[in-house]
């Protein structure tokens, strides 16, 4: 299959590159961000502050944001860093985690997208719903209630952005404003693991710093979480949780083969 | 046994109900909390920030304060975050991680239970009698040397406080001022791993979350780690230690049945 | 071999007399560095608030000062509590990560090292290469890039400052100025899990709390980690990573025996 082949190529990219990713983010999931930057072959680099952010993002090929715990040092810092990175071209990537929760991340979200140029904003459904409610016109309540009111509210929002728009769900939907692709790996179990959000999109931010189709990357990304969530649940014996399902899901991303990706994957074109 | 069908039906109640748990803790065992939540049924949020912690209080069940990593900032945090929860409501959880270790520990305590009225309170000895010298008188250096002075500086702390508390250890005693519980579950190993102290905590505030009777959740939060570490333990194999029983002790919180906590559970009334 | 025996030695002391280290390190790895310190039969503290580290520092037998995720609070801490180190004695060691990368990392390590006598300063070629800058003269651009050259400046370096320096690499070499100890044990995946160098700086920190000859306490932490790395290497089955590996990393630690040490390690004089 054409796309898979695809993703299975940038897959090699990011280990012959091995890409570093700033990442400027919450302190709960930090560790397993870096772990799976590594795992899946870039490096992580992780820095906050703002008299030293800049600088890094200067050494990098893609910085993440992710608003998991928000305070006014790493705002700042945020911004600084979106800033540089949009002047040096390299991809920038969004985590908009708890959006809405708090009018501190709402207003966040609203000077990040209004001061940097995303390349990829990924949330669950009514994550992206609330981004989209800072920059598009939602019309209707329900009207993200169906599948087709989703795409449309994504699609909307990537041209008003100019940016990959990510939902995820039982099935994922990413669009760059014109393509939608859908992906449907994965496994329940993730939802129950702290991180695996986060960690997707470092790995998002992986795959984009060694990869010029952002939306393709992202898919990649999405995929290489499923697959890695599908194959950690398979191999679960009795009496094993979700304490030997996060330790495998670092080993299977880190044993990922592209060949794994063709037969796995499910991902596909509107 | 009456008490263990008693946990064994809070339990279900986390599970039915999955209460929202917000955290203010340290950045040391934060992501082993957010983890421990998810094993239970429960759902975390961890924010700290003094621009949030109200709004997040208002969307929640519970809220655990642990100082393990004090800064001024988050202090300022903690107290409006409790004074919500108090206005709301909802259990308080207090783990006065080092209280006595220093100063500013010591006096974010006192600060903390002179504006907030906490639901339970959980340490080890040293811990609780550093929190009753705040508020009960101790009688004599020795006076919690023995079994008995120690149960009765918790209950004098408890009704001094209104409060549960919960004294871990060897033999848990957990006192709402008139009712003693004794609980004998755990391993000794659950000391070499950091944060299980703190995961106890999250569990307190699980339980806390999906039932009334604060007392019996605490119970039910101490045997549920103590049934687990046994568990883990009785699970090593050759060549296992600290980093294995971690893993497991997710794997065996998430997995815990209802019949496990009525065989294995010990815990008594006075 | 009489260096093993020695060091089989120090493994026994860190057991016996469990000593309380005191860490100002990131975010990122700090769990992994209590959950190591832990493992090898040390205490960890972890804090960092400048009103509360120089009374933490009263309490512990060392202080590891860790500079992954700085900012302008806790740069204030680490002076605070590295002079306070020195007062009293106990050894304070330093692991300079990613000096060079930015000015503010640069800057704090000259701040640091103006200000604190360390004991030890670990890092890898590069991170004590630019150490080395900021004090002893460093004769042509590729001075580094033979073994004897990287001697020459750690040697130097080491005399300078007083200090045992630690270049870990594939082969670690570690000075004080006048005698030279070469390490060998490791396996490259180490590279590939967050936070094994920052673990090695803990480890560090318990074998000082315990032993006075800094110089074969860092050799004895090297060669810990990397008996530790091996081990877990040999133990991976088909289909398990970095986050197996990871796992075992605290099962080999917390099971390392004199015997192993004395079998397994590889280090000489010069």
Chains 1, 2, 3 share one sequence.
Do not use: W
Request: glycine content about 8%; some cysteine; hydrophobic content about 40%.
């Amino acid at each position: 299959m054409e796309v898979l082949n695809s993703i299975a190529n940038l897959l090699k990219n990011v280990r012959e590159k091995s890409p570093l990713v700033h990442h400027i983010t919450n302190y709960v999931t930090v560790n397993d961000c870096a772990n799976i930057t590594l795992a899946i072959g870039a490096s992580p680099i992780m820095a906050d502050d703002k008299k030293e952010v800049e600088q890094m993002v200067s050494l990098v090929s893609a910085l993440v944001i992710n608003i998991g715990t928000l305070n006014e040092r790493t705002i700042e810092s945020m911004v600084l860093a979106g800033k540089k990175a949009n002047e040096r071209g390299i991809p920038v990537i969004l985590d908009p985690v708890g959006i809405g929760a708090t009018t501190l991340r709402t207003d966040t979200v609203r000077t990040l997208i209004n001061n940097i140029k995303f390349s990829v904003i990924k949330g669950n459904m009514s994550e992206i719903k609330l981004v989209a409610g800072e920059k598009v016109e939602i019309k209707g309540v329900d009207s993200a209630a169906s599948e087709e009111g989703a795409v449309q509210i994504a699609k909307d929002l990537s041209k008003q952005l100019n940016c990959v728009i990510a939902i995820t769900g039982a099935k994922d939907i990413i669009t760059d404003g014109d393509r939608v692709l859908y992906a449907q790996n994965g496994h329940k179990l993730l939802g129950r693991v702290t991180g695996t959000g986060c960690m997707t999109a470092s790995l998002i931010g992986s795959y984009c710093g060694a990869n010029k189709d952002y939306l393709m990357a992202t898919a990649a990304a999405v995929i290489t979480m499923g697959i890695a969530g599908e194959k950690s649940m398979e191999s679960l014996k009795d009496g094993e949780g979700i304490g030997s399902f996060k330790v495998r899901l670092f080993d299977n991303v880190f044993n990922l083969t592209t060949d794994e990706i063709k037969e796995r994957g499910k991902v596909r074109y509107e």
